[in-house]
């Protein structure tokens, strides 16, 4: 008998065999499963076995899910606004049993935060995982001189291409500031950092958006993922040998003259470091940014005459409009939590969006504040230090840093780059542009292009004056 795994793998005679049960310390007599396998009370399995698929998918008294059909995550009223079913989930459904995505979804705050940095029983899965090819190539942005050498280039390159990217529309007197600055801005900056030619930037973005767009449900993007990391490889193969021999101050300087275990990294390494990073924070996060701003103009106000408030209007954007809604965490080992028994490689579904909304720890959590007094860093088990999530959740950021904010032997966290990089980008707006409002009639909008993409402002369209 083969049945499907919550991993999206199969899994043959799930149910133990009767020699594997310690039927000592079974309670009352076994009852037949449907399955044909006796279920007990206590049954206790030994060695690797599984305990009966079926217990997994029962429903207890009260865990009707009426209000909630199903398939309304995967609709496209879903992709558009999600904040309405979100609202469902975390007032109804603390833990939600998606039957069609074979999954879990967990929405309130203080349940999402635990269980994303619950590395003891659940786990985080890399996109190569998703594609099917662990051995691609070797993550290595957790390496040192690879971080020094980001943080560096970022700091160095910030202000500079902002100022390259408003020179190209400034004396318009108009823009699409989510097409010519927010989606721009983070690959203009990516390929600084790596110093990539300037006449390979086209490709290098091609390679890149497709890459990123294929490791998720889309079997079409899937194979033209691959196909953009194959030739991903074959491009950065030669640059790494030239970096190699006379290295830089960029990324992939670093990444070539590392002194690796396994042996040195290849242009495959590149490749999956790059698959693995974060783009959609800082393109999703800029383009709501300036969503909200320009939606608000009572805060925006308030933004060009305080400019200290920038940071919190980043900081406020992550939690009202994270552009990664959700993460995917799978369970390590059967684990009991939300009142489910939860089986081995269970996908649970943590929603940021659904979290960051908490009316149990924001007041007001739809409405968009820049001066927040609830807006801190806070850790997930409720303690505050300096560099912890920043208002709410921002999954694409990984976990909340466990170093100081400004630590001695290594760079400022990512959460910290990633904030500082777009405080400096709105700063060079507002110096540069004056006036600043939407188009007369636009109606710009937070939305994903597909289920599972970023929830960002694909166009916003403005006036302003030039400085």
């Known amino acids: 008998m083969t049945l499907p795994r919550a991993d999206g793998l199969t899994l043959q005679n799930p149910a133990p065999a009767a020699d594997t049960l310690d039927t000592s310390l079974w309670v009352g007599p076994p009852t037949l499963g449907r399955n044909g396998v006796a279920v007990a009370p206590r049954a206790v399995t030994k060695g690797a076995g599984y305990r009966s698929y079926e217990v997994h998918q029962r429903m207890r008294v009260q865990q009707s899910t009426e209000k909630l059909n199903p398939l309304r995550l995967v609709s496209p009223e879903f992709a558009r606004d999600p904040y309405p079913t979100f609202e469902i989930l975390r007032e109804n459904y603390p833990c939600y049993r998606d039957w069609i995505g074979n999954s879990y979804w967990i929405s309130r705050y203080d349940d999402v935060t635990s269980v994303f940095v619950d590395d003891a029983n659940f786990e985080t899965r890399p996109k190569l995982w998703f594609y099917g090819d662990d051995a691609f190539g070797r993550d290595l942005r957790s390496e040192l001189p690879v971080l020094f050498s980001q943080a560096a280039q970022m700091d160095r390159h910030a202000i500079p291409v902002a100022h390259a990217l408003i020179d190209g529309f400034a004396s318009d007197g108009h823009a699409d500031l989510a097409i010519a600055f927010a989606a721009r801005y983070p690959l203009e900056l990516l390929a600084r950092v790596l110093d990539i030619p300037a006449q390979d930037f086209d490709l290098f973005v091609q390679h890149y958006w497709t890459m990123q767009r294929g490791w998720d449900w889309d079997p079409e993007a899937e194979r033209d993922g691959r196909q953009a990391m194959r030739d991903f490889a074959n491009y950065f193969r030669p640059l790494l040998e030239a970096r190699r021999r006379e290295p830089g101050e960029d990324m992939i300087s670093a990444i070539a003259t590392l002194d690796l275990p396994d042996g040195p990294a290849t242009a495959e390494d590149v490749v999956a470091t790059l698959l693995e990073g974060d783009h959609e924070t800082l393109h999703g996060g800029l383009a709501n940014l300036w969503f ?103 999954f694409g950021l990984g976990k909340p840093s466990r170093f100081p904010a400004l630590p001695e032997d290594r760079p400022r966290s990512l959460y910290a780059l990633t904030r500082d990089t777009a405080v400096a980008a709105s700063n060079v707006l507002l110096d540069r542009l004056t006036h600043l409002r939407l188009s007369a009639g636009a109606a710009p909008t937070i939305r994903s292009l597909r289920l599972g993409d970023m929830h960002s402002c694909w166009s916003l369209p403005v006036t302003f004056g030039a400085v």
């Open 292 to 394: 909200l701003l320009l939606t608000h103009p009572d805060q925006l106000d308030r933004v060009v005459k305080e400019r200290r408030l920038v940071r919190f209007a980043w900081l406020e954007t992550l939690r009202h409009s994270a552009p990664v809604l959700t993460a995917r965490r799978f369970a390590r080992h059967e684990v009991e939590r939300f009142g489910f028994l939860l089986p081995e490689g269970a996908l649970v579904v943590s929603a940021a969006g659904a979290a960051n909304r908490d009316p149990r720890i924001f007041a007001e959590p739809h409405r968009f504040i820049v001066e927040r007094k609830d807006l801190c860093p806070r850790e997930p088990r409720g303690q505050y230090r300096a560099d912890g999530l920043p208002a709410g959740i921002a």
